[in-house]
Each structure stands twice: as C-alpha cells, then as structure tokens.
C-alpha cells in the first residue's frame, strides 16, 4: 500500500483532546463529524473502536514499525509491551497522528477510528486528538494553577461560563481521583504536586474535554509504587468510560491492568536493519498464560529484553 505523508498545521503537542459529546456507561454514541462523516457512530462493549490494518510508520527512509494489524475495543484496556526499539511508542503515537508532529514521519497501511481512516486527507489531525487523547511519560502539567491546567482544553473549546467550568473541573479531578487532595487548593500551580499527582491532573486534563480513548505512554514509568497504584486503580475506574490504550515496560503491570495485550520485538532484515513487528495480540491472560509464539514467551518469561 502507497505511503502517506503526514502533515498537520502546528499544534501545541500538550493539548490532545478537546470536546466530544458524553458516554453512556454500555453503549457510547459519537459524533464523527470532521473525521470524514457526519454519521453517528456506535459502540457497545469490546467492540472495535479502533482498527490497524497492516500500518507501517517511516522516518525519513527508515521504517521504523512494519506492517502492524490489531484491534482497539470499546471500554478495554491494551497493554502494548516489549523491549526497547521495537516500535510500541511509535504505534501508539501513530493512534492519534501524535508523529505528524515530527518531520519526515509518514504512515501506511491504514488506521480507522469507527471505520473512518484517521490518515485520510479530508481528516484535520487536530479534530483526530478531540477523541482520541494522550498522557505522556513524564507529567507535563502546564505552569498555570491546579484549576486553569484542567480548564485549559474546555476553554480552547468555548467554554467560557464559570460556573460550568467549575463543573467541569470538579467532574475531571473527580474521575482522577484528585478531588479530595487538591480541592482546597485549586490556585495552587499543578508543578507544586507529587509526581504522582501531577500525572493524575494530566489525565484530568484529558478528560475535562471529553475523548472516547485514551492513549497512555509509560504512565507509571517514573512513580514510586504506591503512586503507580494510585494510577492503575484509575485506569481500572476509568475504563468503565474511555478506551485506554497503555504502553508499558512493566509486565506485571500489563498483566493487572490490561483486558489485551500486544506483544512487539524488533527483527532485523537482511540488510541489518531493526524494524519494530507486532509479534502477537490476543486476551491478556493468553498472552501470559498459553502464548502462541514461542518469542512471546521467552520475552514474558525473562529469556530475553
């Protein structure tokens, strides 16, 4: 299949999501309106939500991840796992046109998001991260107050009357699980929490805008291990709402958290070049119970990574 190069107007990267209508708890209606179709679309519980369908991602000449196919379902959590340079940032970066932002970037294959092709060159990239969000590694929170930082996205969208600002923010610490520890002190700047809690203002500032998926990249990745489960408790919550993809290098927590897993490695051609190859997808409890690739087991089992 032809690649496509990626292009999108400057954005700023810290802001992924912005307003979509609100999810009922079995069945979530969606608006696609700016991903290529006013239709609405429908989800019900383990559905596809999202598709990849045999998406390489390029860097200039170098391909980076070759020819990946899986599944993204409704109110699931995917763990992506494996070791290092073997494409899962990149993947997950690619589920929301993330890598638009760097230069030379460019996708084949295709990525639907309820049978729209995010890549199409009728889709603004922009309208792509309203539903679908992100939180990084490393918490970002901007250097504005506790409040401000999760009022942030719903101002960008319109939002302009306090009061339900107020609910806004109060409905996204809430669904954080910060409320309780920072309601008193909602002027205070978010860069003057934990580390713990400034990555759960930033997942607060991903849902006061209202996404249908989340993507996560090592979340945990620099917390201690009572703030990690802090966060995977939340997921757990959360994913009663959203679907939340998660890349992680801990297995153990892929193993808590996830409802499916996809496991990736690196091969290296006959040229010597690494390419990052999705190895196997499948429940998580398969994945790590019964693995249909002997390369996912010796991975999971400490042979190798």
Request: with cysteine.
């Amino acid at each position: 299949m032809p690649t496509r190069s990626v292009k999108s107007p400057s954005v700023d990267s810290e802001v992924t999501t912005m307003t979509t209508p609100e999810k009922a708890p079995s069945r979530t209606v969606r608006p696609t309106a700016g991903l290529g179709s006013a239709a609405t679309s429908v989800s019900a519980p383990g559905e596809p939500v999202m598709d990849l369908s045999d998406v390489s991602v390029f860097y200039g000449d170098f391909e980076a991840v070759r020819g990946v196919s899986l599944p993204i379902r409704h109110n699931q959590i995917t763990a992506m796992i494996g070791p290092s340079g073997c494409g899962k940032s990149t993947v997950l970066r690619s589920l929301n046109r993330m890598n638009d932002l760097v230069a030379g970037a460019r996708v084949s294959g295709s990525i639907t998001y309820h049978g729209q092709d995010i890549y199409a060159p009728n889709v603004d990239p922009i309208q792509v991260r309203r539903h679908i969000g992100m939180v990084f590694q490393k918490a970002n929170p901007f250097p504005k107050s506790i409040y401000d930082n999760v009022a942030y996205g719903p101002r960008l969208n319109g939002v302009k009357r306090r009061a339900e600002l107020d609910d806004i923010v109060e409905e996204a610490l809430t669904g954080a699980a910060l409320w309780d520890e920072v309601k008193d002190k909602m002027k205070t700047s978010g860069l003057a929490l934990s580390g713990g809690q400034q990555q759960r203002l930033c997942i607060a500032r991903a849902i006061a805008v209202k996404p249908e998926v989340i993507l996560m990249d090592e979340p945990c990745s620099a917390l201690d291990p009572i703030a990690t489960s802090k966060v995977e408790e939340l997921m757990f919550r959360l994913a009663e709402d959203y679907t939340i993809v998660i890349v992680t290098h801990n297995m153990q927590q892929a193993a808590r958290v996830s409802h499916y897993t996809a496991f990736f490695t690196a091969e290296v051609d006959d040229a010597g070049v690494r390419h990052g190859r999705l190895v196997e997808f499948d429940d998580t409890e398969k994945i790590f119970t019964n693995p249909a690739e002997q390369r996912t087991e010796d991975y999971i089992t400490g042979r190798f990574g």
